[in-house]
Structures are given as C-alpha cells and as structure tokens.
C-alpha cells in the first residue's frame, strides 16, 4: 500500500455528496469547501480529507504551495474518435453560415480513412490534451464511422483504452447521421443501426446515443434507436434540442435516459419536465458548442432555477467545438450563462458523474477515485476571473500523477 498525503490546500472542493443541501440542489455547500486543507491518497483512492494542522504522515508528503484544489473535470460528452478537421467549415460559419447536421459525413469520410494505429494515436493525443487542463474522466462517443464495420472499429479502440485505464465511458452513436449510401433511405439505416450494428459494438460499449433531429433522425427514428439500445442494456443518451424544438427532451425524459445534451431550444414544458426528472435525467450544456456555432447559450441558469440536474461538457468534435477544455468551458458558464463558480463546478463534476451514473469520480470524499485538478491559484474563482489563462498546475488520476 502507498500514500501521499497533499497539503497547504487553500481551498479543498470535496464535493462531498454526503453534505449535499437536498434543499438547494445544484449548488455547493460550505462544508463541501475545506479551507486550510489536506488530502491523502492511498492506493488510487481519497483516504483522507481535513486541515492541514491535522494531516495523518504518509509515504510521501508534497506541499501544494497554498492552491486551491478542484475534483478532476468529469467531461461526459466528447466525439474523440475522428480524423481529419473542419476549420474551414468554422470559418464560413464564423462568416455567417449556419451549422448543420451534413458537415458530420465529411469528418466520417476523413475517419473511415484513417488506418487503426493513427486513429488510435489522434484520441490519445486528445485525451493526453483533455488530462493536461484537468480532465479525468471522460466518456467518448464513435459516430464518425457509420457502416457497421468502422463503428466496431471505433468502438473496439475506445473500449481497449477503458481497458487500459486510458478512458472511462464509450458511447455508441451510429445514429448521428444518416450517411450518403443510405440517402433517401433513413428507415433503412435505422434498421441497421438497431439490428446488425448494434449487435456487433454492443459487446463494446456502455451508452447508445441519437441525434435526434432535423436533418439527423425524427423522435420516432430516435426511439427506435433508444429502445433497441436499452433491449441490448445499454444506457441512452440523447442529443436534443440542439438546433431547434426537435422532441429530443420529451423523448428523453420519456425514457428514462441519463443525460440530454446540447438543450438550446428549451420551451417552459422542457424546462418543467426535465426539472421534474432531475433524479433520473440530466441536461448536458455544452458552452463551448455554443459559441463555436453561435447558437443561443442554453439556458442553464433557468434549468438549475427550476430544479433540474445540470451538467457542463465539452463537445470536443472537429464540428461544432474543438476543444477539451473543461476550464474553459466553467469559465464561459460563469461569464456568459450566470451562473455562480460553485454551480459551475459542481455541473462540471458531479453533474458529469451523475449524466455517467458514476459515484466514484466528481467528488473528492474519502472512497472516491483520486482524481485531482491542483489550480495554479489560491482560488477557484481565478477560472472565471482570469479567463483563457492556463490554471491547471498538476493533476492526479486514480491516485497517479500526470507527467
Ligand atoms: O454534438 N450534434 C451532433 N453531433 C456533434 C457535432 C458533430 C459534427 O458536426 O461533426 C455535436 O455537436
């Protein structure tokens, strides 16, 4: 057994779900911020969490230098299996093109290409990336191949770096965009995508996701897609409401699905029913999405006023967000969607953890994953308040440092 014991933490977020304020949901509360702290790590796992005064002597000792500790980023939406970018579709867009759904077969053509070894070399350089600002845990999706032998492929590869400790969740989305071969025929493609296809990644993956709509699937074809999913025991994801009011969030709800994502085009009976499923259903936000598309930001302060479960997420795509940074995604949360560092963080943690259903990372009590965000700051409030500037000074996963 090895132990490390970390101290002069300025601010120590636990996140403790056990003092969790039932009454104010979504929010942290001050037990949850240890100040003056330390934390020691055993074997992978948080042992110990008090004042520093008080810090039990372990293997080795390291003083964090009066910095403010955060639990990893929990990221439970990224698309990191791609080849290939689309920067030039970001700057017709940035132009004044509107982002739609058919940009998705020009990365699938880009992937399909790729051999093995370099596909599996671009997502971990992405993961390695996503680490590097603080992100622990990460879910990806494939949906980048889209014929049943490149979703195997990409799901395969994801799942071998689960395997390798490398990635925590795979999410199978043969259902993000009816490919060419298959134009005109979308009841087609969903045949395949609920028969042969998932029956061949199935074995490969936890979650099966749809974009469910227009230009992408119908909620009818959606569900479809969820139902088959959950007969194979997957867990469902939706993404809904992105590019309008497409049914994605009723759907979801309807079934019980862990997270809906994107949620920009929200009507007051969203907003209630997802309120209403907060134990059950998760809206995902995705801020740097949302700028990089210039959608209108969805509406996370009236999701949280309502009640509802929020959860912040990269997007990391070559689409319509290319990037992994979590920080910057707190950051544009607090400036641009108002709210308070404390709901972004939490969204940002625990709130990935929850679209996950893991009870093991986003929180730093003691028994959860060893997952740390050390901040080159004395306090959390420097995410938002020096914007783009790189905070994160080390970081731990399952108790290991990153080079
Ligand atoms: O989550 N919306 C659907 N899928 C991705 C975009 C994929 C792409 O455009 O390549 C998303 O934004």
């Known amino acids: 057994m090895t132990s490390t014991v970390l101290t002069s933490i300025s601010e120590l977020w636990t996140l403790d779900p056990a003092r969790d304020d039932p009454a104010r949901p979504g929010t942290v509360t001050d037990e949850q911020v240890v100040r003056d702290a330390a934390v020691v790590i055993e074997d992978g796992i948080i042992a110990w969490t008090g004042p520093s005064a008080q810090a039990p002597s372990a293997d080795t000792r390291e003083d964090l230098g009066g910095r403010a500790v955060l639990p990893g980023w929990v990221d439970s939406h990224t698309h990191l299996v791609f080849d290939g970018d689309r920067a030039g579709e970001f700057e017709a867009r940035m132009a004044g093109e509107a982002y739609a759904a058919g940009g998705i077969g020009v990365t699938t053509s880009a992937t399909r290409a790729a051999a093995d070894e370099r596909l599996r070399d671009l997502v971990r350089a992405r993961i390695a990336e996503a680490a590097r600002g603080g992100t622990t845990c990460l879910e990806t999706k494939t949906g980048y191949g889209l014929t049943v032998a490149e979703e195997l492929r990409a799901a395969r590869l994801a799942s071998q770096l689960v395997a390798d400790g490398e990635l925590d969740e795979v999410t199978f989305l043969g259902a993000h965009l009816v490919p060419s071969e298959f134009d005109g025929d979308a009841d087609g493609y969903v045949d395949l995508v609920t ?8 074995p490969y993956v936890g ?16 569900e479809r897609v969820l139902r088959a999913g959950a007969d194979a025991g997957l867990g469902l994801r939706v993404h809904g409401n992105q590019l309008g009011a497409s049914g994605g969030v009723a759907l979801a709800v309807e079934l019980g699905a862990a997270s809906v994502d994107h949620v920009n085009h929200l009507s007051a009976a969203d907003i209630d029913a997802l309120a209403a499923a907060r134990e059950s259903t998760v809206a995902t936000v995705l801020p740097a999405c949302d700028l990089s598309t210039r959608a209108p930001l969805a509406p996370a302060r009236e999701l949280l006023d309502a009640g509802a479960s929020v959860a912040i997420a990269s997007n990391c795509n070559p689409g319509t967000s290319y990037t992994s940074s979590m920080s910057f995604c707190v950051a544009t949360a607090v400036l641009q969607m108002r709210l308070t560092l404390a709901e972004a963080i939490r969204a940002a943690t625990r709130g990935g953890a929850q679209a996950l259903h893991r009870e093991d990372v986003g929180h730093l009590s003691v028994g959860a994953r060893a997952d740390l965000h050390v901040l080159d700051g004395p306090a959390a409030i420097h995410l938002a308040y020096r914007p783009g500037m790189p905070l994160t000074h080390r970081v731990w996963r399952a108790g290991i440092p990153l080079p």
């Open 195 to 202: 028969g042969e296809m998932l029956k061949a990644v199935a």
């Open 207 to 222: 979650w099966i996701d749809v974009f469910c709509e227009s230009g992408a699937f119908t909620p009818e074809q959606s």
